[in-house]
């Protein structure tokens, strides 16, 4: 907040920022957003994670609930079970790799038949990208936010531009400089993570997405 509010001499007028559980709400959302869009970009995003998933008990299409998992689930990078790769496949083309697959409807990984072997509770060792730690609207601006140090401006650059907009009477450029400074940072970010993960060496890359099917 004081970040933020350090982007304009007009944040001064304390009921901009008097209610703490919409300020949090809103870095909260702006967190999530930041994470989200690195996550589109590239898999090496600030916090990664590998963690064993257990399976319902069944002797086929056994699921695995990620909505619980801590840290949270924001995307799969890969799926090992028993140290094979597991395949994960479109609902719609369930076929286009060769088994174990699953395929992932919401935070509900579902097992292709039964892929996954003899029937009972299967472990999954699933790695992925994090979301960010959730903050608590109802509790204090003490909370630790999850984005790294080096990338914690741009929260603060949000907030300031939504404290801009939500001053009524103020200047419109002040916003759209504000949204110019964040996406010139968001951009930094980006390109920071994707230097951090280098060129991708795999043996098949599509430069392109293929046209048709459910895309």
């Known amino acids: 907040m004081t970040r933020a509010l350090g982007y304009s001499t007009q944040d001064n007028a304390a009921d901009l920022y008097s209610n703490t559980s919409e300020i949090i709400a809103q870095v909260a959302a702006f967190e999530r957003d930041i994470f989200r869009v690195a996550a589109a970009f590239t898999r090496n995003l600030v916090v990664q994670a590998s963690s064993s998933f257990n399976s319902t008990n069944a002797a086929a299409n056994r699921t695995v609930d990620l909505s619980a998992a801590t840290p949270g689930v924001e995307r799969i990078i890969r799926i090992q079970l028993g140290g094979v790769w ?15 697959r699953a395929y992932l409807l919401g935070s509900t990984l579902t097992e292709v ?3 996954w072997g003899a029937s009972g509770v299967i ?6 990208v994090v979301k960010p730690a959730t903050l608590d609207p109802t509790s ?3 909370q630790t936010i999850t984005l790294p140090d080096e990338f914690a401006d741009l929260l603060a650059i ?6 801009a907009i939500k001053d009524v009477g103020r200047d419109p450029a002040e916003a759209q400089e504000l949204d110019t400074i964040y996406q010139t940072r968001l951009k930094s970010m980006l390109d920071a993570l994707d230097h951090r993960e280098g060129e991708a060496r795999r043996r098949f890359l599509a430069p392109y997405i293929v046209p048709g099917g459910s895309e």
């Open 140 to 142: 204090n601006m003490s």
């Open 123 to 128: 472990a999954l060792v699933i790695d992925y």
């Open 113 to 115: 038949a039964s892929d």
């Open 86 to 100: 597991v395949s994960l496949v479109d609902l719609e083309d369930v076929d286009a790799e060769l088994p174990p």
């Open 158 to 163: 949000r907030l300031a531009h939504y404290l």
